[in-house]
């Protein structure tokens, strides 16, 4: 049964085209906007396209930029790569190329390469040598659409327990007003994949809890797994949502466990295949210590070139309506669930070494956690329209929110479109000198508007 002032009946046409109008307007701006880079993401699609056509996990007919020979980069995330390696991303194990970030975003996108290929786009030209043109396009439009399926993913779920305006307003500020403009929608990231999966897992858990059905153990489970799959930090819903499962939905919990004990035997297997190793080491990494994170905490926080609540000051007012009205939220266990994900992926990068993100816009390593910090936005609305005071925002709550998203927008917006915010990072080294997020003189956000100033 809806709560109380969400029970009006709404014309469902009308919810689907506002859906397929954020949907056209999101991949439209997101095409348009000219900051990229593949970065870590290179070649990925075409591992996509080497698992499609050749069957093969190793990419060793393609000719590369510069010669692979074996480093230790996939075998040892933990060691310096040296700078002459210029292809990063690969290595060579007994004699086989491998890339080595996480292949599940290649896996994934593997439908959408194939459809490219029917169009004539490959990531490798007839002879074989790598197209780094045609990557691009291929991570481009596919970054966009799944972007922009996240938006429409996270309007469906505030519909759930909102009205059809919050609902808009929470869907755009999620798609412009945080990570997913700046970053995710740039190139296929690990965590494009990871938030496109998470906005299903979060919809699915509402949903479960709204209509107060049994849950779906499979589609839990198999979602967690590639979110683990695509991105090591996929481990952290992992954990939180099974511990929910055994509390909350114990009548599917085995399902759930021998669905994602199947996924992670497949997971072993090919892990095996590709790296000789049953887990890959860069799933392994421990370079973590508690030594920095009285530095890193308030970094990620507050920093004027990494704080997540300076890049997205939006979730001030998310977290000020989680406060004042946490007695009236609805599904209390799905806000401490999404508030366990977030603080501890949020401690997670505080205690990683490179916690600033390398070449990066804002808080790129929290991206992993919008999908939660919008199911808060959701449930933290939906608070104070339940609220025995007053069912309506205040003027002084409308006029807060409404700057505060407005800021966000514009802060990432810059990230996607300023040219300068992009060459912030190498100004002055961001990766032998991360001090500098701290300075307020020249934040990356204001990169090309502000005065330079000598560091």
């Known amino acids: 049964m809806r709560d109380r002032g969400f029970d009006i009946l ?9 859906g397929l109008w954020l949907f056209i307007v999101t991949v439209g701006v997101f095409l348009l906007s000219p900051i990229w880079g593949l970065s870590d993401a290179r070649y990925t699609m075409l591992l996509s396209d080497s698992i499609l056509l050749d069957h093969s996990t190793h990419l060793n007919r393609y000719q590369f930029p510069a010669p692979i020979q074996e480093s230790s980069r996939c075998v040892s995330p933990t060691g310096p790569v040296a700078l002459s390696y210029t292809p990063y991303q690969l ?34 030209d007839p002879d074989g040598h790598y197209n780094l043109a045609n990557e691009e396009l291929i991570q481009r439009l596919l970054a966009a659409l799944l972007m922009a399926g996240f ?42 994949w990871l938030i496109f999966l998470g906005g299903l897992l979060t919809y699915e858990l509402l949903r479960r809890e709204r209509n107060a059905d049994s849950p779906r153990p499979m589609i839990v489970a198999t979602l967690l797994a590639w979110m683990y799959f695509v991105r090591p930090t996929g481990a952290i819903p992992i954990i939180c949502v099974t511990v929910y499962t055994f ?56 920093s004027p070139s990494r704080g997540l609540f300076i890049f997205v000051p939006a979730l001030i007012f998310v977290f000020y309506l989680l406060i004042r009205y946490w007695t009236t939220i609805p599904y209390a266990r799905l806000a401490i ?116 100033r000598k560091n």
């Open 247 to 302: 509390l909350f939905c114990r009548s599917g919990f085995m399902y759930y466990a021998l669905t994602g004990l199947a996924w992670f035997t497949g997971f072993v297997i090919y892990s095996w295949f590709t790296y000789e190793k049953l887990i890959p080491d860069y799933y392994l990494d421990s370079r973590i210590s508690i030594n920095s994170i009285a530095t890193a905490l308030p970094a990620i926080l507050i």
């Open 10 to 18: 709404r014309d469902r046409s009308i919810e689907r085209r506002i």
């Open 337 to 452: 669930l999404s508030l366990s994900i977030v603080t501890i992926q949020t401690v997670l990068v505080a205690l990683w070494p490179v916690w600033w993100g390398g070449y990066s816009y804002g808080p790129r390593l929290l991206a992993d956690a919008i999908p939660w910090l919008a199911l808060l936005a959701i449930l933290g609305c939906a608070a104070r329209l339940r609220s025995a005071n007053n069912a309506k925002f205040s003027r002084a709550e409308i006029a807060t929110a409404l700057s505060l998203l407005a800021l966000s927008i514009a802060i990432n917006g810059r990230g996607a479109i300023s040219v300068a915010t992009a060459t912030w990072n190498v100004e002055v080294d961001i990766d032998r000198h991360p001090e500098r997020v701290w300075n307020w003189s020249n934040p990356q956000f204001m990169a090309g508007v502000l005065w330079k």
């Open 151 to 192: 938006t429409i993913v996270v309007f469906r779920t505030a519909l759930l327990v909102l009205s059809i305006t919050p609902a808009v307003l929470i869907a755009v500020g999620t798609a412009f007003g945080s990570q997913v403009w700046s970053t995710a929608s740039r190139v296929m990231w690990a965590h494009t």
């Open 91 to 124: 290595d060579r194990i007994d004699g086989n190329v491998a890339f080595c970030y996480p292949n599940g975003s290649s896996i994934l996108s593997i439908p959408f390469v194939g459809a490219m290929n029917l169009l004539g786009v490959y990531p490798y």
